[in-house]
C-alpha cells in the first residue's frame, strides 16, 4: 500500500508500517501544497491512504469522492 504522512505526522510512525510503501509530504517535496491541491496530487500519483495530525481535513474538504 502507498502511504503518504502530511505535515505533522511523526515520521517514526513509518517503522511500524514496513510492509507498506511510505512516502512524507516533505520528501515529495509537497511540504507547501494546500489541503485540496495536496489530495488532487495524492489522487493522480496513486496513493493509498493519507495519514494527517489535520482534525478539520474533514470539514475542509470533501472527501466522500476520492479514492483513499
Wanted: net charge negative.
Amino acid at each position: 500500500m502507498r502511504i503518504l504522512f502530511d505535515q505533522g505526522t511523526p515520521v517514526p510512525l513509518r517503522r511500524y508500517l514496513c510492509d507498506h510503501d511510505v512516502e512524507t509530504a516533505f520528501e515529495r517535496g509537497w511540504s507547501h501544497l494546500r489541503n485540496g491541491t495536496l489530495l488532487d496530487r495524492l489522487e493522480a500519483e496513486g496513493f493509498e491512504l493519507l495519514i494527517t495530525t489535520d482534525q478539520s481535513l474533514h470539514h475542509q474538504q470533501n472527501l466522500a469522492k476520492r479514492p483513499f
